[in-house]
């Protein structure tokens, strides 16, 4: 069985693959100063998280109702405020000390002008000497060409405990470079596409 699906769609799979991810964590919480926090693109609180658990006043924003329901659920001690909004149009009545965007979330703004839109809401919503910490992938001349077979990536299990094997190719249109991901199951496949 194959499926085609929005990598967002499953954040059970989303949080077996990325979730133990935290090789960035450190560099965020070393940048992090202040008392509130505005985690953009949370997903399911890989960061957000450790921000309430540093101290932070944090309100956790992401566009996925499926990732901010699996993020409460982790989370139901702490006082964190989930909100489902969009990254490019967001107004909060406070500012905030901190603002991150971890994931290589910037890479889902796909133009100049929602890059734009977005960093003028951060603009609007950081306290005068805040802080904007995001991260996001740097590609190079020699990254934009195109494979059409699927090859291995990596391994992973999910909650389960199956082992599920990742494949990729990528199509490159310059300026962006386009995945396609294929998740295998022992009885099915899916099929999400990412674009950077």
């Not at 909060?92 to 100049?112: H, R």
Request: proline share 4%.
């Amino acid at each position: 069985m194959t499926n085609s699906c929005n990598e967002y769609d499953s954040p059970e799979v989303y949080e077996a693959e990325y979730g133990q991810c935290d090789k960035d964590i450190a560099f965020f919480l070393q940048h992090a100063s202040g008392k509130t926090a505005l985690d953009l693109a949370c997903g399911t609180g890989r960061l957000t998280i450790p921000l309430a658990k540093k101290g932070f006043l944090v309100i956790a924003l992401d566009a996925s109702d499926a990732m901010l329901a699996f993020a409460r659920k982790k989370t139901e001690v702490l006082p964190i405020q989930w909100v489902k909004g969009d990254m490019r149009e967001f107004v909060f009545p406070q500012t905030f000390d901190l603002i991150t965007l971890t994931g290589n979330s910037f890479q889902a703004l796909l133009s100049e002008e929602d890059q734009l839109r977005m960093l003028v809401c951060v603009n609007k919503n950081l306290t005068p000497g805040g802080r904007f910490v995001f991260n996001a992938r740097n590609p190079q001349a020699d990254d934009f060409y195109t494979t059409s077979e699927f090859s291995f990536w990596h391994t992973f299990q999910d909650a389960t405990g199956e082992t599920l094997e990742v494949y990729g190719r990528q199509e490159a249109d310059q300026p962006l470079i386009t995945y396609h991901t294929k998740r295998v199951w022992k009885d099915r496949e899916i099929f999400p596409i990412s674009i950077i």
